[in-house]
């Protein structure tokens, strides 16, 4: 029996997943009907050509700058407005509810509303990446304003603490570990928000590629497309994760 | 007499003082509130054709009577939830198998987190080539969002199974299939939870973004871009609301079951 634990049995069965992967890919890819398939080694050389001509670059620089926008704004508004409904009980707990309708709600349902009051331009695009990024992020703050325990609040106020020192102090370091939660949580939220604006509003960026080679068979296209936005969507969700468990040890240990 | 009135004024001020603390007090003035604020900013600052609640309440009954709404209801909430079900019941396979087996884990996970992260919205074009333009790529799209969420899921709350449980079931000679089915899914019950709340949230948003770029006929998304295209938001928005209703459902329906099956479990981190 051959320890599966040793270093280079580890690295080998990582290598053989990825091969049969790949083999099957190939394989499949070749095979079927070119225009509703490609293979591995085509989708490569598209990719590289894609580099080359600045075509790729050029998209993934589009929709990352409306990624950024929309999902930063969303990152503001969401945790500026969550702290502060955290310090109203009245309105805390009055829009609660709420706002698990809408955290719950899928938002892709509201995007021809979007579409048809904004019209085909940036700004429709950016409110609905807003609004994908917007309510996990309220949320959670939320539910980390809940959690808050009153004694902490009563024992800063007895110190004579004002509202300034008590958000610097209390409130916003409570609550980061929950708004980071948060923000995990919609980063990919808001990169399926990018994705669907981008097919639903207008054509632009990578989802504007994808339309445009699927339309006209070049599966290699979409393939490679494909392969860039799920690398991001990969690269997001470890950067969340690493934001969240930088964090995570802020969170009170008994809660 | 004066001391008889006074006590119960006092009375009355203290009821009335509860009923302005208690949380559905705050719900529905913050609830009116934000009616209110929707209504009068629309009729103020917006063309006549965009939602308000007074104009979605008008729309009702013709929106109930609208031969396509509960066909399409049907049709997508239904193709949301056998997809879910047959998800889930291969997703838990697979899960358990990556969280008991290292070698599966190895052979699978780059695809697992790769096709998780990958926002599932833009493979529809392609999906559509390769299934044709009707329910067979929508039910694609779900059960690739709610499949690999469930993996993920599944496959974490396996791994963390105690191990004192599966020393004991080996003390008895328990195969390892027992220790899968019988003791690695029961503890794990929290995570998958947590990936079935993930799943069927993703799989809702694939469903309808899904039936608005194919144009699923007698479905949830057509039926909402068709409308919202034609100026008719009102009517849009009520099926923009049973769609929230139907999130919230399932939302309820896993808090419940969490409180009612799992009692040992208390909330910590909500799995991936």
Known sequence: MIDMNKKWARFATYAVGLLIGAGMWQYFGARGNQLASASLTETFSRFIRLIENGELPTAVANSMQLYVAGFSAAIIAASALGLLMSRIRFLRVGIENYVMLLYATPMVAVVPFISSLLGPFFMAKFVVVFLFGFFPVLYNTLEGGRSLRPELVEVATSFRSGEMALWRDLLIPYTLPFILTGVRQGAGRALVGVVASEFLVSSSGMGGMIRYYDGNYIIEGVFATVIVLTAIGVLLMWLGRLLEDRFAAWRGLNR | ?272
């Not at chain 2, 209504?39 to 009702?60: C, H, K, N, T, W």
């Not at chain 2, 998304?221 to 049973?242: K, T």
């Open chain 2, 1 to 272: 007499m004066t001391a008889v009135t006074q006590h119960s004024s006092m009375q009355e001020e203290t009821t009335l003082r509860r009923i302005l603390r208690s949380a559905a007090f705050a719900k529905i003035i913050v609830g009116i509130v934000i009616l209110l604020v929707w209504q009068l900013s629309m009729d103020f600052f917006a063309a006549d054709y965009v939602a308000r609640p007074l104009g979605i309440i008008e729309a009702l009954p013709s929106v109930i009577e609208h031969p396509r709404f509960f066909p399409a209801i049907k049709n997508t909430l239904g193709a949301v939830c056998v997809g879910l079900v047959i998800a889930l019941f291969f997703g838990v396979i697979v899960g358990v198998l990556m969280g008991r087996i290292k070698v599966v884990d190895r052979l699978l996970i780059f695809y697992v987190v790769g096709f998780y992260a990958m926002p599932m919205v833009a493979i529809v074009p392609v999906l559509t080539l390769w299934f044709g333009s009707g329910g067979t790529t929508r039910m694609a799209i779900i059960l690739f969002a709610g499949f690999f969420s469930i993996v993920l899921n599944m496959s974490d709350g396996a791994r963390a199974t105690p191990p004192e449980f599966i020393e004991v079931a080996r003390a008895y000679r328990a195969k390892p299939w027992h220790v899968w089915f019988g003791i690695a899914i029961p503890s794990a019950m929290p995570y998958l939870l947590a990936g079935i709340r993930l799943a069927a949230g993703r799989a809702l948003v694939g469903a309808i973004v899904a039936e608005m770029i194919v144009g699923v006929p007698r479905s949830m998304g057509n039926f909402i871009r068709l409308e919202a295209g034609n100026l008719r938001h009102d009517e849009a928005f009520v099926a923009v609301l049973v769609l929230a209703l139907f999130g919230v459902g399932i939302e309820l329906l896993l808090n419940q079951s969490t409180r009612i099956f799992l009692p040992w479990y208390r909330r910590e981190g909500r799995g991936a």
